[in-house]
């Protein structure tokens, strides 16, 4: 994606907590989502931060620094079904959604 | 029922054919998309409709043509079709242009040009 950057790939642990970073481009910046999508299927939206601070649903949460253009995606207990791509995705004025690469996490038992 | 349906799921074709996609909403949404979703699994926007006015063009190829008979649906018809062009394509729709609408997908179609 445009300035979007993610890790490609993280392995974690059955019962883990994992952290998914991104980064994005801050000038036009309009909202951070995270969508969760499993192979060979459509992405399905997790979350969404436009203020600063954590946003807590479940087992996920995720976090927003505006000023260091920054987010982190947590989760929690994991689960085998967890493994999947997380795309970091960044609405920026006047664009449509701009989706970084994704993070592919493998949850192993 | 389906809210952003797709068809066709698979669409194997050769070189310089033309095929089309077909998707519909039936969530009242105003806002369509396609993006383009490639081996890598980057998720890339091509078009964006509202309420059937082209809003975003993102540099694709004229090969491409979008067509909305109305805010429910939103057709790709690719002309011409070339070996680069095989990739995932996802239609998608939100409520309307604003910033936190979040995005619902359809399953995805799947073209192979061979």
């Known amino acids: 994606g445009q300035n979007i950057d993610q890790p490609t790939e993280m392995t974690a642990t059955e019962g883990a907590i994992v952290q998914i970073n991104c980064t994005y481009q801050t000038s036009g910046f309009n909202g951070l989502f995270w969508y969760q999508q499993h192979a060979g299927e459509a992405p399905t939206f997790l979350s969404y931060n436009v203020l600063d601070g954590l946003e807590e649903k479940g087992r996920f949460s995720s976090f927003l620094s505006r000023s260091k253009g920054y987010s982190y995606l947590l989760l929690k207990e994991l689960q085998m079904k967890d493994s999947a791509s997380y795309l970091c995705?960044?609405?920026?004025?006047?664009?449509?959604?701009?989706f970084g690469k994704g993070t592919t996490l493998s949850v192993s038992s | 029922d389906t809210a952003v349906s797709q068809t066709p799921k698979y669409l194997v074709t050769q070189m310089g054919n033309d095929k089309s996609i077909k998707c519909e909403q039936n969530?009242?949404?105003?806002?369509m998309y396609w993006y383009k979703q490639d081996s890598k699994k980057f998720l890339k926007i091509m078009f964006s409709y509202n309420n059937k006015e082209l809003i975003i063009n993102e540099t694709v190829p004229n090969r491409f043509s979008p067509k909305s008979p109305d805010k429910a649906h939103l057709n790709l018809h690719i002309n011409s079709l070339e070996l680069g062009d095989s990739a995932v394509y996802f239609c998608a729709s939100s409520q309307d242009l604003s910033a936190n609408e979040k995005l619902f997908f359809g399953s995805g179609t799947q073209l192979s040009v061979l």
């Open positions: 969530l009242g949404h105003d806002t």
């Open positions: 995705a960044e609405n920026q004025a006047g664009t449509a959604l701009i």
